[in-house]
């Protein structure tokens, strides 16, 4: 996470609110917004990917260095 970026909350807003349930959280590496990914019915990481052109996530678990680039399709 870069340096002064405060990761959120540990769920994804977006699937609270439309009753969704999440697989998997990851979070933006440039803001620290966390969502749920690609594999989860709301997709809601890409989602923010294609509003904020923020590019890399960052799986939300602390204990994992797996980051995915959506520019590029694959993990970094």
Do not use: F, K, N
Request: charged share 15%; glycine share 10%.
């Amino acid at each position: 996470m870069p340096l002064g970026v405060e990761q959120g909350a540990p769920e994804c807003a977006m699937c609270l609110i439309l009753g969704l349930t999440w697989a998997r959280l990851v979070v933006c590496l440039t803001c620290g917004w966390v969502a749920c990914s690609d594999d989860s019915p709301g997709g809601h990481a890409r989602a923010h990917y294609q509003e904020t052109d923020h590019p890399v996530v960052g799986a939300l678990e602390t204990d994992t260095a797996w980051r995915w680039c959506y520019v590029h399709g694959r993990a970094v």
